[in-house]
């Protein structure tokens, strides 16, 4: 299983962090929450999304999406904003198009927020930074 190396935004110190674990990913030296940034691809979205222990938002892009590019560091910050409380998995539909076809992704980003393996909410094309912190938080309570 792959690892990413991830920085604590706490204490600065590195953290090689697993693409699938059990529970939350947390510091080795301060222990607090580290956020959960992952790829997945055809092969293993399973263990990695749909078998999460916290609620997962897929990112569907593409490298040539400039609309993506724009919605990337937006991700990535709530993916930080929400350390421990959700994993992001990014995933490049032109490296996966079994889960591209699985999941009808017709435009991207496609975003999508799963808990226990299923859909409970999906958002197609680029937004601004409010508006998908807004659309996550009322995905999360449902």
Not at 71 to 96: C, F, M
């Amino acid at each position: 299983m792959n690892k990413a190396i991830t920085k604590c935004p706490h204490c600065g110190k590195s953290n090689r962090v697993p693409a699938a674990a059990e529970g939350r990913p947390r510091c080795g030296n301060c222990h607090r929450d580290l956020p959960w940034v992952v790829e997945a691809s055809d092969d293993d979205f399973g263990d990695i999304a749909e078998r999460s222990g916290v609620p997962v938002m897929v990112d569907f892009w593409a490298v040539w999406c400039g609309p993506c590019r724009m919605v990337s560091p937006v991700l990535d910050q709530l993916a930080h904003e929400r350390a421990g409380q959700i994993k992001l998995v990014k995933v490049d539909v032109d490296h996966s198009p079994q889960l591209s076809a699985r999941f009808s992704i017709q435009a991207v980003p496609t975003l999508m927020v799963m808990v226990d393996g299923k859909v409970i909410a999906r958002q197609a094309g680029a937004a601004p930074a409010p508006v998908l912190r807004s659309w996550l938080e009322d995905a999360l309570r449902k």
